[in-house]
């Protein structure tokens, strides 16, 4: 069966430092990859997607960075954050063929101060 | 835009009461999915519906597909205080890139 883990879990920053959240997925080969944010308990923002080693498509303008180093690692970073860049980050992978149901990992809460 | 318009945004029942939350849009979807989300983690895949008109059960949850594929809903049975989460709706349009385009959500609080 396939697992997707997030880490960290929480994570506390202060303005302008460096970000990294890395989500890995196991027990599927050739996943899509994609980054959302989550304000509020409320809506999914996409942020990132991918479909392969090294192809990453931006969704919004932002201070944010993805890469996919390994097929199944995807790695969300900022060099600078922001205080906007506070909310709930979800990681979540599809299939690369079908019907593109998405499987979220348990989420990143970041708190920038 | 928002493609997809879900209603209500919130909904407080009572513990055995029964409940319609509705997915809605101008565009035509190839398919839609429905997932819940407890608070802190991660939104969990329901259902996928696929042809129009379709109707799916799981437990007490009902899914039902419009016939154009425009629009969903979802019905919940004699609800339960494990029901309480947030229902998003989610669906993929042709051409899409493997995106999917998510609705805001249902905030569902069943009350004991």
């Known amino acids: 069966s396939q697992t997707i883990h997030q880490w960290p879990a929480t994570l506390v920053q202060p303005v302008g430092s460096p970000l990294s959240l890395e989500c890995t997925v196991e027990?599927?080969?050739?996943?899509?990859l994609y980054w959302y944010r989550q304000a509020a308990g409320r809506g999914l923002q996409l942020l990132f997607y991918?479909?392969?080693?090294?192809?990453i498509s931006s969704e919004v303008p932002q201070n944010l960075s993805a890469s996919r180093p390994q097929d199944r690692q995807f790695i969300l970073s900022s060099k600078k954050l922001l205080l906007s860049d506070s909310g709930f980050y979800l990681c979540?992978?599809?299939?690369?063929?079908?019907?593109?149901?998405?499987?979220f990992g348990p989420g990143t809460r970041l708190t920038v101060t | 835009t928002q493609l997809l318009e879900q209603s209500p945004q919130f909904l407080s029942i009572q513990e055995g009461e029964n409940l319609t939350v509705y997915c809605n849009s101008s565009?035509?979807?190839?398919?839609l999915q429905w997932y819940r989300q407890e608070p802190g983690e991660g939104p969990v895949l329901l259902v996928t519906?696929?042809?129009?008109?379709e109707v799916k059960k799981l437990k007490r949850l009902t899914f039902q597909f419009g016939d154009a594929r425009k629009d969903s809903s979802l019905h919940i049975t004699a609800a339960q205080t494990g029901d309480t989460g947030l229902y998003l709706c989610?669906?993929?349009?042709?051409?899409?890139?493997?995106?999917?385009?998510f609705g805001k959500g249902t905030l569902l609080t069943v009350n004991p």
């Open positions: 027990g599927t080969s050739n996943p899509n």
């Open positions: 991918s479909v392969g080693i090294g192809q």
């Open positions: 565009s035509v979807f190839s398919s």
């Open positions: 979540a992978w599809s299939a690369d063929r079908g019907l593109y149901e998405q499987y």
């Open positions: 519906v696929v042809t129009g008109g």
């Open positions: 989610a669906g993929e349009r042709g051409g899409s890139n493997y995106k999917l385009t």
